[in-house]
């Protein structure tokens, strides 16, 4: 079945980086984009940005454009976040997901904390 | 930026009642409307859109509704299970946005 599983569990201090994994299977990888979303506890959900996964193409949203990078490995068929200069206020789960428009599936989720 | 705000943001209901919760657009955003079920602890999950081309697999008590800039949530006969927290997001453009969220919550 099509199935996104996620990096886990990160605990980094302020102004470090941290970079999750989002593996795919299931289905052809490249005929799909990569949505990340993250959620702060008790929060809704806030939409990161995208990539295509055919050419790396990407599209950040724009409070995420200076810290964010979205990545993709099609040999091992996973795609990466990177966000660097964390700040406490970055503490949430992060999401993967397939596709751009209809969201389906998502991964597990990654929890980062970002505590000194 | 396109605003999606839902309502109610929470809303309490007794198994078998029938909900409605709406979406509304800060622009027309035609039928690119979907909209997803998290319950405590878990991912969203999408459950259903506004795109008639949509094919979904969730129970027939779950109905979508809309256009333009106003959409509605449709459950009827709620079950335990349908207690959750559900989120509109339009695709029309990018950015990518969500509602805040409606939590229903058993009475």
């Known amino acids: 079945q099509v199935q996104l599983v996620q990096s886990g569990i990160e605990v980094k201090k302020p102004g470090a980086s941290v970079k999750i994994s989002c593996k795919a299977s299931?289905?052809?990888?490249?005929?799909?984009?990569i949505s990340w979303v993250r959620q702060a506890r008790g929060q809704g959900l806030e939409w990161m940005g995208w990539?295509?996964?055919?050419?790396?193409?990407?599209n950040y949203a724009q409070k995420f454009q200076d810290r964010v990078t979205l990545t993709t490995d099609t040999s091992t068929e996973t795609a990466y976040l990177e966000m660097r200069s964390l700040r406490s206020d970055d503490t949430a789960v992060y999401y993967c997901a397939r596709d751009r428009e209809w969201l389906r599936p998502w991964g597990q989720g990654t929890p980062v904390i970002v505590s000194s | 930026d396109i605003q999606m705000t839902q309502s109610p943001s929470s809303l309490s209901a007794s198994v078998g009642d029938r909900v409605i919760i709406t979406c509304r657009a800060s622009?027309?955003?035609?039928?690119?409307l979907n909209w997803y079920q998290q319950r405590a602890g878990k991912a969203p999950k999408l459950l259903a859109s506004?795109?008639?081309n949509f094919q979904s697999a969730v129970p027939s008590r779950f109905s979508v509704s809309g256009s333009g800039t106003d959409f509605t949530l449709t459950i009827t006969s709620l079950q335990v299970e349908d207690f959750a927290t559900y989120y509109c997001?339009?695709?029309?453009?990018?950015?990518?946005?969500f509602g805040q969220g409606t939590r229903l919550e058993i009475k």
């Open positions: 622009q027309s955003i035609g039928a690119y």
């Open positions: 997001q339009q695709s029309y453009t990018m950015p990518i946005t």
């Open positions: 299931g289905y052809t990888f490249t005929s799909y984009g």
């Open positions: 506004a795109l008639p």
């Open positions: 990539i295509a996964t055919y050419n790396d193409n990407t």
